[in-house]
C-alpha cells in the first residue's frame, strides 16, 4: 500500500458543525440545478400555474369576484397551492424513485455524506420551486390583474404556501420509496390532480358538489388553501390551527410511511 494511500486511509473525516453545514449547502445546491436543469421538470411547475392563472384569472374571469374577492386575487391563493403541490411531489417522488432505480443511493449511502443531506436537499429544492411559482404568479397578478394587498400580505402568503410545501415534500418521499422510475410520474398524476379537484384548487369549494365537498375536508390541499385565502380575505374562515394541525399530521403520517420504504431498501441492501 502506498504512503499516499495510507495517509488518505488514516486521515479522520472532517465532522465540524460548519463542514457539515457547508455538505448540507452544497447538497442542496446542485439538488436544485439539477432540477433547473431538468426542462420536463422546470417547465412543468413553472408553467401549469401560470398558465392556467393568466387563463382563468386574466384572460376569462379578471372582472369578475367570487365570495366578494376579485377572482385574480382568489386564483393566486388556489393556483398557489396547486403549484406548491406539483413542484414538491414531482420534485421528490420522481427524482427519488429514479435514483432508487439508478442505484444512486447506494453511492450516497456509502460516501461519507450526512445520510439526512439527500433528504433535505430535495425538500430545500421543492421550497424554492414553490417560492418561484408563488412570486411568479403575485407577479403576474399585481402587473395585469390589478392584485393589490399589503406588503405584509404577500409576505405572509408567500411563507404560508411555501412552508406548506412540506407536507406534499413528505408525501412525495412517501411515494418515492414505493414507486419504480417509471411508474413514479402516473403515480404522483393519480394523486395530484384528483386531490387538486376535490380540494377545490380548480373550482371554489362553494361550487363543488356535496359529497366532494366532504371529501375535501380531509384533503391536505384544502387546509393549504383556505390558509392562503384567508389571507386575502376569502375562504371560510375556518380555524387556522385547526388546517395547521391536519398538515402536521399528515406530514407525519407520510414521513412513516417514507421511513417504512427506508427500512425496507436498508434490508434489501444489507440483509
Not at 389571507?231 to 391536519?246: D, L, N, Y
Amino acid at each position: 500500500m502506498s504512503t499516499a494511500t495510507v495517509a488518505l486511509s488514516t486521515t479522520p473525516l472532517e465532522s465540524s458543525p460548519s463542514h457539515t453545514a457547508k455538505v448540507y449547502f452544497k447538497e442542496a445546491k446542485y439538488e436544485f440545478l439539477k432540477n433547473l436543469r431538468l426542462r420536463m421538470y422546470t417547465a412543468s411547475v413553472l408553467s401549469f400555474p401560470l398558465m392556467f392563472y393568466v387563463l382563468f384569472g386574466l384572460v376569462l374571469n379578471s372582472k369578475e369576484a367570487i365570495g366578494g374577492t376579485r377572482v385574480p386575487t382568489y386564483l393566486i391563493a388556489t393556483y398557489g397551492t396547486f403549484g406548491v403541490m406539483g413542484a414538491s411531489l414531482f420534485g421528490t417522488a420522481a427524482g427519488l424513485a429514479a435514483d432508487r432505480g439508478l442505484g444512486w443511493l447506494q453511492l450516497k449511502r456509502a460516501s461519507p455524506m450526512p445520510p439526512f443531506a439527500y433528504f433535505i436537499a430535495k425538500v430545500v429544492m421543492s421550497m424554492i420551486f414553490s417560492a418561484m411559482v408563488v412570486v411568479a404568479l403575485m407577479v403576474l397578478g399585481v402587473s395585469f390583474g390589478g392584485v393589490r394587498m399589503p406588503i405584509a400580505d404577500f409576505a405572509k402568503l408567500l411563507g404560508t404556501l411555501v412552508a406548506g410545501s412540506l407536507p406534499f415534500s413528505a408525501m412525495g418521499l412517501a411515494v418515492g420509496y414505493f414507486a419504480g422510475p417509471t411508474s413514479a410520474p402516473p403515480t404522483i398524476n393519480l394523486i395530484y390532480l384528483p386531490m387538486s379537484f376535490c380540494s377545490g384548487l380548480w373550482v371554489p369549494f362553494m361550487f363543488l358538489p356535496k359529497v366532494v365537498r366532504q371529501i375535501a375536508l380531509v384533503l391536505p390541499p384544502y387546509h393549504l388553501s383556505q390558509l392562503a385565502l384567508g389571507i386575502v380575505g376569502a375562504g371560510r374562515h375556518e380555524s387556522v390551527a385547526t388546517h395547521w394541525e391536519v398538515l402536521f399530521a399528515f406530514t407525519l403520517i407520510c414521513l412513516g410511511i417514507a421511513r417504512i420504504g427506508f427500512q425496507r431498501d436498508q434490508e434489501k441492501m444489507y440483509g
